[in-house]
């Protein structure tokens, strides 16, 4: 007889990675329950079967004891994400809050409930902004350049602490920018302008950018699950990387629209992003960030089963069928 499957509490499931994950756990057979900051619609229309328990803000305070109750396993994407903009009065405190002090007090409070392990979804950033001809891999000194990156890379410390303290087998991702149907941010605004046929000044870049598609991040989440790995962290990505003109015309070939790609010198469009307050979005458009996934490969016997191609002309078409809709309701 098989062992049962573990039960899964994810947080941040009402997120874009949360809501996909929580749904094919629920698929799998796996009893899931999804923390949320307060009720989601949008998550008992998706996955009908998952248990919402709201817990409020994420933070040193947050009460997990209803979330964890049963629970044997915790997925933890919840986070204070990257901000381009940062209103926050001290942005290094607030990352803190929640993805430091925030991520200790779940695993305290999961290894006390009884939850044997915990999953953390880290970032990429833990190694930093960008690669010149080596791409990152676990064993790089970490090199976070911004207080996101920092956040994370602290809470890795910290949950390593909390595990060597409690038992809790504690394992973690880094993955680079996760694209898929429902997109939000700078892939989101590239998607708008490919769709609306604006000329973009990219012809001339010749980078090279690791990312990785929404189904394949949680195939390897579910990997991780069936080969506890405790205290390992797996850079994972699509394995295939791509220039930014080969990113839009990938994006252009799901809407169906022409990629109207023009030569452009990458260092003007460096000087025009710092003149326009766009460094950083400039930089990720003209720079490389590489990764090397070979070590899940090797230790845990995932490969990503999406191709970034086919992964983005499937993003690029949910967009415009959701900008279809839109504009159906408008009328």
């Given at each position: ?11 941040g499931?009402g997120?874009?990675?949360g ?11 796996h009893?899931?329950r999804?923390a949320?900051?307060?009720?989601s ?8 079967a ?8 994420i ?9 964890l ?5 915790v ?6 994400a990257?901000?381009?903009r ?16 925030g ?7 999961a ?15 833990v ?14 000194a970490?090199?976070?350049l ?17 595990a ?18 429902g997109?939000k ?12 046929g604006?000329?973009l ?6 980078n ?20 506890p ?19 839009v015309?990938?994006?252009a070939r ?5 990629a109207?790609?023009?030569p452009?010198?990458p ?13 950083d979005?400039?930089a990720r ?18 490969r ?5 191609e ?9 967009h415009?069928?959701?900008a279809?809709?839109?504009v159906?309701?408008?009328?």
């Amino acid at each position: 007889m098989s062992a049962p499957l573990p039960s899964v509490l994810v947080t941040g499931a009402g997120g874009f990675v949360g809501l996909r994950l929580c749904a094919r756990l629920a698929a799998a057979g796996h009893t899931v329950r999804a923390a949320v900051r307060r009720e989601s619609a949008g998550l008992a229309a998706i996955a009908p079967a998952v248990d919402v328990v709201p817990v409020g803000d994420i933070g040193p305070d947050t009460d997990w004891r209803a979330a964890l109750d049963g629970m044997d396993l915790v997925v933890h994407l919840a986070a204070r994400a990257h901000v381009m903009r940062d209103s926050a009065a001290d942005p290094l405190a607030a990352y803190r809050r929640i993805n430091v002090a925030g991520s200790v007090r779940l695993a305290r409070a999961a290894a006390a409930a009884g939850a044997s392990r915990l999953i953390y979804m880290s970032s990429i950033k833990v190694n930093g902004e960008a690669t010149a001809g080596t791409p990152f891999c676990e064993s790089d000194a970490p090199a976070p350049l911004d207080a996101y990156g920092r956040s994370k890379w602290e809470a890795e410390q910290a949950l390593r602490s909390v595990a060597a303290q409690t038992g809790l087998a504690v394992s973690a991702l880094r993955p680079p920018m996760i694209y898929g149907p429902g997109v939000k941010g700078n892939l989101a605004r590239l998607l708008q302008w490919i769709a609306r046929g604006l000329p973009l000044p990219f012809a001339s870049i010749a980078n090279r950018r690791s990312l990785i598609y929404l189904e394949n991040l949680i195939d390897a989440t579910l990997a991780l699950m069936r080969h506890p790995a405790p205290g390992k962290i797996y850079l994972v990505s699509d394995a295939h990387d791509l220039s930014t003109p080969q990113l839009v015309r990938a994006l252009a070939r799901g809407l169906d629209r022409p990629a109207r790609l023009l030569p452009f010198p990458p260092s003007l469009l460096r000087l025009a992003g710092s003149c326009a307050g766009q460094r950083d979005a400039v930089a990720r458009l003209v720079g490389s960030l590489q990764i090397d996934a070979s070590r899940i490969a090797a230790e845990l016997g995932w490969r990503p089963a999406h191709d970034p191609e086919q992964g983005l002309v499937l993003t690029a078409r949910a967009h415009a069928e959701r900008a279809g809709r839109a504009v159906e309701l408008r009328q």
